[in-house]
């Protein structure tokens, strides 16, 4: 069975950083594509980054970009997303996925649709 599980959210003030987590299990990582989403409250779900297989190429939404920095590590299967100068409107669950065929690149404009593999969240929550 798949399991997802996200980690290292927390509360922090604007301009702050964490460093979020996802353990992957159940499945080969390594040829998977992975996505971090996040879902503020009242919100659609929306993408925040994708990560090919390989870690060599990866895709920022724009609201996030030169911010955040996604990469993973294919020997201990997780997944990571920085966080650095956090905004209050970068409150939210943060989720990360699968890609759920291996065929599924890691490109500017993913469908989501594709990432509906997804683990139970970590809430990031910025205020001062």
């Known amino acids: 069975e798949e399991h997802l599980v996200e980690s290292g959210g927390g509360s922090v003030q604007p301009g702050g950083s964490l460093r979020l987590s996802c353990e992957a299990s159940?499945?080969?990582?390594?040829?998977?594509?992975m996505m971090w989403l996040r879902q503020a409250p009242g919100k659609e779900i929306e993408w925040v980054s994708v990560?090919?297989?390989?870690?060599?190429?990866?895709y920022y939404a724009d609201s996030v970009k030169g911010r955040f920095t996604i990469s993973r590590d294919n020997a201990k299967n997780t997944l990571y997303l920085q966080l650095n100068n956090l905004k209050t409107e970068d409150t939210a669950m943060y989720f990360c996925?699968?890609?759920?065929?291996?065929?599924?690149?890691?490109?500017?404009?993913?469908?989501?649709?594709?990432?509906?593999?997804r683990g139970q969240g970590t809430q990031v929550t910025v205020s001062s």
């Open positions: 996925a699968k890609a759920r065929r291996t065929t599924v690149p890691a490109i500017g404009a993913p469908d989501l649709d594709d990432f509906r593999s």
């Open positions: 159940g499945f080969t990582f390594r040829t998977h594509t």
């Open positions: 990560i090919n297989d390989g870690g060599g190429t990866t």
